[in-house]
């Protein structure tokens, strides 16, 4: 009788596996058909775990065992939410974490785009004052240029007249 039980309820925990394995398939399945915009990329996690009622299950009574049972999941729910906000705690943090490095990278950026900025400013200012020395420069050889050649030509017709 011995052999016979423990085959009973080792069947038993297989047959569990399966069922659940069964369920899981069933809710992808599910899940495929009521999203089926494929834009993204998307998986599921399924989390199986066993939940235990608060004793063996060696006596089915009936009464007792659907308490347990519902005691059971009242735990199972309160130790999953207590993970879920820790979880959360943490993705929080994570997050803080990372909105403090890109709000200091964009300052760094900033600063940086101000600087360069500042410098092209100069440079430009630079680069106007040459060109503004420059033409201020082409326009006094073109003064000197225009005055040698008024005193060429009023030389010429001084030479024009005396030979005259």
Not at 91 to 108: P, S, V, W
Not at 128 to 135: G, I, K, N, P, V
Request: proline fraction near 0%; charge should be negative; include cysteine.
């Amino acid at each position: 009788m011995g052999d016979s039980y423990g085959k009973v309820f080792e069947k038993r925990i297989k047959t569990d596996s399966l069922t659940r394995l069964d369920m899981i398939s069933e809710t992808m399945t599910f899940l495929r058909f009521l999203r089926r915009k494929r834009t993204l990329n998307r998986g599921f996690l399924v989390l199986c775990e066993s939940l235990d009622a608060a004793g063996d299950d060696d006596d089915d009574d009936g009464g007792d065992d659907w308490e347990e049972r519902v005691a059971g999941l009242k735990s199972f729910l309160k130790q999953r939410e207590d993970v879920n906000q820790k979880e959360m705690k943490r993705l929080q943090q994570n997050l803080a974490r990372i909105e403090d490095k890109t709000k200091y990278t964009e300052e760094k950026l900033e600063q940086k785009f101000e600087e360069r900025m500042k410098g092209f400013e100069t440079e430009l200012k630079k680069m106007r004052r040459e060109q503004e020395e420059a033409r201020n420069e082409q326009n006094e050889k073109q003064n000197q240029i225009l005055a040698l050649l008024t005193q060429m030509n009023q030389n010429f017709a001084n030479q024009q007249n005396h030979q005259a």
